[in-house]
């Protein structure tokens, strides 16, 4: 790009031109490299593993949608409104209200053994514990079923409104904070899926971004790990 004459805008329209030119290097940077294989898109044989976090950004793809291109690995309330084939919840709160409900009884839900629900039936532990948050840890078992591509989808890090204010599809809702509450820290989450990342070279990993999500640095240094649009997402599987 040219460099911009600031002396030919006033100072308003020079930091609009500045940071509009700032979002299109950002775009730029993660179409580079990004696209989603030929081989994949052509291929409908390949099997594929979907998996879910709760962020913003998928709020526009239906869970169901999903159903006939691959397994699904879900996060916490997910089961609420969809049965994924695999519920991942490590939060002792989400757990109890699971249990509650009944659903590991026709369902499979994964989480850490912990003594405050020992005693409850249905349940399946990973050995040993990961100490991970449910969506890294979701990533893992999908991983760990030796799927060689995976789409990830709500997995935002980044709260709204720049950073600062929660980012979830359950906002507001049980065992969950509140809407106009503060986001959540998600260095550990990052970190997390950092070590996946290395520990599965033969992997790719496609995070499914809208066009204004957070992309950290950290991310793109791994050839494993791709960022596709969301629109391009929903033409490859041919969804609503």
Same mark, same amino acid.
């Given at each position: 790009m040219a460099k911009i004459d600031k002396s030919n805008y006033?100072? /308003?329209? =020079?930091?609009? +031109? #500045?940071?509009? #030119?700032r979002e299109q290097k950002r775009l730029d940077l993660i179409s580079k490299g990004n696209s989603i294989p030929?081989?994949? *898109?052509?291929? $409908?044989?390949?099997?594929?593993?979907?998996?879910?976090?709760?962020?913003?950004? #998928?709020q526009t793809i239906q869970p169901? /949608?999903?159903k006939s291109h691959g397994k699904i690995y879900g996060c916490n309330a997910l089961y609420r409104t969809? $049965?994924?084939? @695999?519920? +991942?919840?490590?939060?002792?709160k989400m757990v109890l209200e699971i249990n509650k409900s009944r659903y590991q009884l026709n369902n499979e839900v994964?989480?850490?053994?912990?003594?405050?629900?020992?005693?409850?039936?249905?349940?399946? %532990? =990973?050995?040993?514990? $990961?100490?991970?948050?449910?969506g890294p840890t979701?990533?893992?078992? &999908?991983?760990?079923?030796? %799927?060689?591509? *995976? =789409? +990830?989808?709500?997995?935002? @890090?980044?709260?709204l409104n720049n950073g600062s204010q929660l980012n979830n599809i359950y906002a507001d809702t049980m065992n969950y904070k509140k809407s106009s509450?503060? &986001?959540? %820290?998600?260095g550990n989450w990052l970190r997390q899926t950092i070590n996946l990342l290395k520990s599965y070279p033969?992997?790719?990993? %496609?995070?499914? *971004?809208?066009?204004d999500n957070y992309v950290p640095d950290e991310l793109n240094k791994f050839t494993n790990m791709k960022h596709v649009f969301i629109e391009d997402f929903k033409e490859m599987f041919h969804l609503s």
């Open positions: 006033t100072k /308003e329209e =020079f930091q609009k +031109i #500045r940071n509009e #030119r030929k081989e994949l *898109i052509e291929n $409908k044989e390949l099997p594929v593993g979907f998996v879910l976090g709760n962020g913003t950004s #998928r169901e /949608e999903l969809f $049965k994924p084939d @695999y519920l +991942i919840a490590v939060d002792v994964w989480t850490n053994s912990n003594k405050s629900f020992h005693n409850v039936s249905g349940l399946n %532990y =990973f050995h040993p514990n $990961k100490g991970w948050s449910s979701a990533l893992w078992l &999908a991983a760990e079923h030796g %799927y060689k591509n *995976i =789409f +990830i989808l709500g997995f935002d @890090y980044k709260g509450d503060s &986001a959540t %820290y998600f033969n992997t790719t990993f %496609y995070r499914v *971004i809208t066009s």
